[in-house]
C-alpha cells in the first residue's frame, strides 16, 4: 500500500528498501529529471533489456522504449531480477508518461 504525502500527490511506497532511498530514489521523475545508469550500470541495463525484449516486444513494446525502461529500472534501482523488471515494465506502459498515441 502506498503513502500519500500532503506535499504532492503522488503515492509512495511507506517502507522503500534501504537501497531505494540513498538518493531519494522514491521522488517522483520528470522526463528531464530521470536517472541516467551510472558507467557501472549501462552493461546492466543493456543485459536485462536484451532479456527481456523478446517478452515485452511480444507485448508491443519498442525497442528503444524497452532500453528506456531497463536504464531506469537499473538506475533507480527499482527492483532486481528479469522478473521483477517484466511487471514494472508492463506497470509503466509502453509510452513513456505524459505522452500520448496520435491518430
Same mark, same amino acid.
Request: no cysteine; net charge negative; aromatic share 6%.
Given at each position: 500500500?502506498? *503513502?500519500?504525502?500532503?506535499?504532492?500527490?503522488?503515492?509512495?511506497?511507506?517502507?522503500?528498501?534501504? !537501497?531505494? *532511498?540513498?538518493?531519494?530514489?522514491?521522488?517522483?521523475? *520528470?522526463?528531464?529529471?530521470?536517472? =541516467?545508469?551510472?558507467?557501472?550500470?549501462?552493461?546492466?541495463?543493456?543485459?536485462?533489456?536484451?532479456? #527481456? !525484449?523478446?517478452?515485452?516486444?511480444?507485448?508491443?513494446?519498442?525497442?528503444?522504449?524497452?532500453?528506456?525502461?531497463?536504464?531506469?529500472?537499473?538506475?533507480?534501482?527499482?527492483? =532486481?531480477?528479469?522478473?521483477?523488471?517484466?511487471?514494472? #515494465?508492463?506497470?509503466?506502459?509502453?509510452?513513456?508518461?505524459? *505522452?500520448? =498515441?496520435?491518430?
Amino acid at each position: 500500500m502506498a *503513502t500519500q504525502y500532503p506535499d504532492d500527490d503522488l503515492p509512495r511506497e511507506p517502507d522503500p528498501p534501504a !537501497r531505494a *532511498t540513498e538518493v531519494d530514489k522514491q521522488d517522483p521523475a *520528470t522526463p528531464d529529471d530521470v536517472p =541516467e545508469p551510472e558507467a557501472s550500470e549501462v552493461e546492466s541495463a543493456r543485459l536485462l533489456a536484451n532479456q #527481456a !525484449r523478446s517478452e515485452l516486444g511480444a507485448a508491443g513494446f519498442s525497442d528503444q522504449r524497452i532500453d528506456e525502461l531497463a536504464s531506469e529500472f537499473i538506475a533507480r534501482d527499482i527492483g =532486481e531480477g528479469l522478473e521483477e523488471f517484466l511487471r514494472w #515494465a508492463r506497470a509503466e506502459g509502453q509510452l513513456p508518461q505524459g *505522452t500520448s =498515441e496520435l491518430f
